[in-house]
């Protein structure tokens, strides 16, 4: 059973900084695109980035320059470093991967997701 479990979200105030994490657990062949999509209330789930395995990292213009997506290097865990975070950060962080299994198929999962809240 393929997993993804994140972690890290918190309260903060305006200005602050958090680090999500997202791990990928189960038995699998390998991961290629990783991404982080929030979603705030009575709003739709958007991407907020992604990183491909070869590298390749996307992000929403909202965040540029603010957050940092990188993976490690067994490349089963993706982290979203956030930075100067603002009150229209908040929302439910979901992290996102498409996995192939060991039958050679691709499939793609959804985490439970963590909560951001950023408020004084």
């Known amino acids: 059973q393929v997993q993804l479990m994140e972690s890290g979200g918190d309260l903060v105030q305006p200005g602050g900084s958090l680090r999500l994490s997202c791990a990928a657990s189960?038995?699998?062949?390998?991961?290629?695109?990783m991404a982080w999509y929030r979603q705030a209330p009575a709003k739709q789930r958007e991407l907020v980035a992604s990183?491909?395995?070869?590298?390749?990292?996307n992000y929403a213009d909202s965040v540029k320059g603010r957050f940092t997506i990188s993976r490690d290097n067994p490349q089963t865990t993706i982290y979203l470093q956030m930075n100067n975070l603002t009150p229209d950060d908040t929302g439910v962080y979901y992290c996102?991967?498409?996995?192939?299994?060991?039958?050679?198929?691709?499939?793609?999962?959804w985490g439970q997701g963590t909560q951001v809240t950023v408020s004084s």
């Open positions: 996102n991967a498409d996995i192939l299994s060991k039958s050679n198929q691709w499939r793609n999962y």
């Open positions: 189960g038995s699998f062949a390998t991961i290629n695109k």
């Open positions: 990183a491909t395995r070869g590298g390749n990292t």
